[in-house]
């Protein structure tokens, strides 16, 4: 039996391999695809990324597709049951870095672009793609940068749907309408270096950074909303010493990260943890990275939509949701635009032997395709 045009499509992009920022030659086969539906495919390269400005029409309302051709890294190959880029098909799946995240959800709304084009010639509005491979790496000259330049050209997205893989056990059972914000600190605590033995002439940075730490991760920064949870604090990395046991060290280095609702904001956030390191009399470095904003879209047009097409093609309700990591949807949105992630299950994402199911393929497509039917042909 021969493939079905998602699964021979996904394959084709899987054994591409296309390892953040590398695109290698993705959106080339997309381009060749979409050019046959009437877009024009634009393509911007900054620095060492590609990425990817398709539409079909001039007109409003606007829905865009957006995703990333880039993967992580494989891991340790010989641990994989099959080579990561042969896309191998076992057992029901089609095994391979990029499978769930997120080349499947590419080749899904791809497929139904064609479907419905095919099938509705004269369909109000537009529809675009947006594609990056800079998701999985620094995401400073993808996803951000195009919109930088839609922005000025006042080229508005109404409705984005973001094939990220957010399923959970099923296609279709949690869709994200927002994502928190991420903001993340790199501290170093200074001290004075010297012998174990002579405490009086030296400065422990350890000792010293112990309370402030423990106070900002027993702060409660907010109580959250009905659709975020309150902020989290996590300390990811803490290092010190010399690898002497008689030597106390001259720093210790600690990185935290924010996860955080729209409660706050992270100059609330930068504020209040300067506050507290200052209480403890530190003398101290602090460097932060803004990773994105958190945002929400409210129920409206886009996620009811989604929503019912969800549910004639798979039966299900959909769960709403704001869990989870960030997204490229998150430079969507500030847009005005209305921005939902909905893609496969997630089990295996970032994992050797990342797999997804092949019956779940063409249930996406469809949920795609009768997306675009209710909001381009009502």
């Not at 990561?84 to 095994?95: C, H, Q, R, S």
């Not at 951000?144 to 000025?152: F, K, M």
């Not at 990811?236 to 106390?248: W, Y």
């Amino acid at each position: 039996m021969s493939d079905s045009p998602v699964l021979s499509l996904l394959k084709n992009l899987v054994k591409r391999r296309s390892i953040t920022p590398e695109d290698a030659g993705c959106q080339q086969l997309l381009i060749s695809l979409l050019e046959k539906l009437g877009f024009i495919c634009e393509v911007m390269i900054f620095e060492d990324t590609t990425n990817l400005w398709a539409r079909r029409g001039t007109e409003k309302p606007l829905f865009c597709f957006a995703g990333h051709t880039d993967v992580v890294p494989t891991g340790a190959e010989d641990k994989w049951t099959s080579p990561p880029f042969e896309a191998a098909v076992i057992d029901g799946f089609l095994y391979g870095r990029g499978a769930a995240d997120m080349k499947s959800g590419i080749a899904a709304f791809i497929i139904a672009v064609e479907q419905f084009v095919t099938k509705h010639q004269d369909h109000k509005g537009s529809i675009a793609l947006l594609i990056t491979s800079d998701e999985e790496g620094p995401f400073i000259n993808g996803t951000t940068r195009v919109i930088d330049i839609l922005e000025a050209r006042n080229e508005k997205i109404d409705y984005c749907i973001v094939g990220e893989p957010s399923s959970t056990n099923q296609v279709g059972d949690t869709i994200k309408n927002g994502r928190r914000g991420s903001l993340t600190a790199d501290l170093t605590v200074k001290g004075i270096q010297g012998h174990v033995a002579y405490p009086h002439l030296v400065e422990n940075p350890i000792h010293s950074c112990v309370h402030p730490l423990a106070e900002l991760a027993s702060t409660q920064w907010d109580k959250g909303n009905q659709y975020f949870p309150p902020t989290s604090f996590q300390i990811t990395n803490f290092n010190s010493g010399t690898g002497a046991s008689n030597v106390v060290p001259s720093d210790a280095f600690i990185q935290f990260n924010f996860r955080y609702s729209t409660e706050l904001d992270a100059h609330q956030i930068i504020a209040r943890t300067a506050s507290i390191l200052q209480k403890y009399e530190l003398e101290y470095d602090i460097h932060w990275t803004y990773n994105g904003s958190p945002f929400i879209t409210q129920p409206g047009s886009l996620t009811d939509a989604v929503s019912e097409a969800i549910l004639q093609v798979n039966g299900l309700v959909a769960e709403l949701s704001t869990s989870g990591g960030t997204s490229d949807a998150r430079f969507i949105a500030p847009t005005g635009a209305q921005v939902v992630e909905l893609g496969p299950c997630n089990a295996t994402i970032h994992k050797i032997d990342e797999c997804v199911k092949i019956e779940d393929l063409d249930a996406l497509v469809i949920i795609y395709q009768t997306s675009l039917e209710k909001l381009l042909l009502c």
